[in-house]
């Protein structure tokens, strides 16, 4: 089980929130909030989730490896998020590289893995999630990018199951991760990949590269079939998109 779980109307950030309890000696936790007011997304990004119109909660974990081998962590995060919505009946999900989630090619849910500490050979992580269950119209068109939500789905069920269901997920993933890294969730990965044998144009700062997207490593990099051979592609501020 969790060692701490914390369900409020509102925070500033889920992901601040567990990585303050991590930094104070949690291990493991849940933390999840009905409303933030200072939502963080990736690349240093803002994160809207008005009031209940999404799921908005962070998980706080800690690895027994260095951070290094969390690169695959975020893949199998949105792994989990896509298994446990085919679950719950919403099977469209695609997973978009490094994390990602869409139907098509509009974004259902993103994650944002913070670290805290990486020390004595432990990782401190807080792996949070929004994931859009009902945006008002006004909310969507101020998004820079398509957006879709569980309602638009179908997905009439309770949000609290959801939660629950999602969290249960992860967590055997997470485990599975630990016990034997990305490697054994990569098949999986791949077969729910948008972009699997695409072109692609991936950009990162002011360099790009267009290639067909082969799939994914063991360690989670990303595989292109380039003009110039086979390249990797790791983390960070790269973007990918269909070319
Ligand atoms: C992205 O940019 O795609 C990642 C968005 C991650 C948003 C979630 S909402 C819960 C958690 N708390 C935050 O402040 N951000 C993440």
Known sequence: GL???????EVD????????????????GLFVAEYQ???????????????????????????NSGAAALEGLSLAVGLALQQALAEQG???????WPNDLLVAQAKLAGILIELSGDAAGECQVAIGIGL??????????????????????????SRTALLAALVRRLIQVLQRFEAGGFAQ????WE?????????????????????????????GGL?????????????????????
């Not at 060692?3 to 109307?9: A, G, R």
């Not at 692609?200 to 002011?206: A, E, F, H």
């Open 3 to 9: 060692q701490q779980i914390e369900v409020v109307t």
């Open 191 to 219: 077969a729910v990949n948008v972009f699997q044998g695409q072109s692609v144009r991936l950009t990162s700062g002011t360099h790009s590269f267009d290639g067909v997207c082969l799939g994914v490593t063991d360690q």
């Open 37 to 63: 007011h200072a939502g963080r997304g990736r690349r240093g990004r803002g994160w809207l989730s008005p009031l209940a119109s999404s799921l908005c909660f962070t998980l706080a974990w800690r690895f």
């Open 223 to 243: 595989r292109l079939q380039t003009d110039k051979g086979q390249e990797v592609f790791h983390g960070g501020e790269i973007s990918v998109r269909a070319h």
């Open 132 to 157: 859009n269950v009902a945006l008002p119209e006004a909310v969507a068109e101020q998004l820079d990018q398509p957006c879709i939500d569980l309602r638009a789905l179908g997905f009439s069920g």
């Open 13 to 28: 950030s889920t992901n601040a929130r567990a990585l303050q309890a991590l930094q104070t000696g949690v291990r493991t």
């Open 90 to 96: 919403v099977e469209q999900v695609g997973l978009k």
């Open 185 to 188: 969730l990569r098949p999986d």
